[in-house]
Structure formats: structure tokens, C-alpha cells
């Protein structure tokens, strides 16, 4: 898949970071191929986001970090952003699923005859 150098790296790193203040961080993630999709995803136990805000800000920051203080939280969302445009570039779709104080999920997919995961 183009950019999944780059992408998974991406999701993960998120997962850390908005991991890092629990006492107990999980994170995990996984690769699969759902209806002829390649598909990734990356979840956390972390500070998540409320997914109402992220309607606003996906838009153009794909992780809401608008919903997170500076002084919580360092970065801005363009990294995932930057995912976010290579991914529909080659036909695919990202995506995010979180609740505050209860972690988040983010998957991106596209089509496995774009390359691989």
C-alpha cells in the first residue's frame, strides 16, 4: 500500500502518546483484509476524543487534537492528516472511533490492488 511505510507508524504513535498517563497502557493492533480491503488498525486505552468534535475537525486535522490541551498533549494532527490524504489518494478510507477517557481506534483501508498493507 503506498505510504504504509508511513501510516502504521503514524496510528501507533498516536496510541502511545495518548496512552503514556495511564498506569496501565494497552495499545495493539492488527492488519486484516475485510471484503477485499486491506485493512489496519490501531487502538488504545488512552485519552480518546469526543467524536463530536472530531465531526468539526476531521475535516482538516484528522485526530481532533483540538479536543486536548497543548500542555496535555504535544502535536497538532497534521501527521495524521498527511495520512489521511495519502490514504484517499489510492482509493482508501481512514477512520476514527473514541469516547474521552476511553481510548480510540483508528483504521485506515483501501483496496488490495493498490499494493500492501
Known sequence: MAGGIA???TLLSNAVQYSRGRKRA???GDRMTIDGEAAIYA????????AKVCGKVCGK???PA???TAEQFE???????????????????????AEPDKGAT????????????
Do not use: C, W
Open 7 to 9: 501510516v502504521s507508524p
Open 43 to 50: 487502538r488504545d486505552n488512552g485519552a480518546g476524543f469526543d
Open 61 to 63: 486535522l484528522f485526530y
Open 75 to 97: 502535536g497538532t494532527g497534521v501527521g495524521l492528516a498527511t495520512v489521511q490524504r495519502m490514504i484517499r489518494k489510492h482509493g482508501g478510507r481512514v477512520s476514527a472511533e
Open 106 to 117: 483508528g483504521r485506515r483501508a483501501q483496496p488490495e490492488t493498490t499494493g500492501t498493507v
Open 66 to 68: 483540538a479536543s486536548h
Open 26 to 28: 494497552v495499545i495493539e
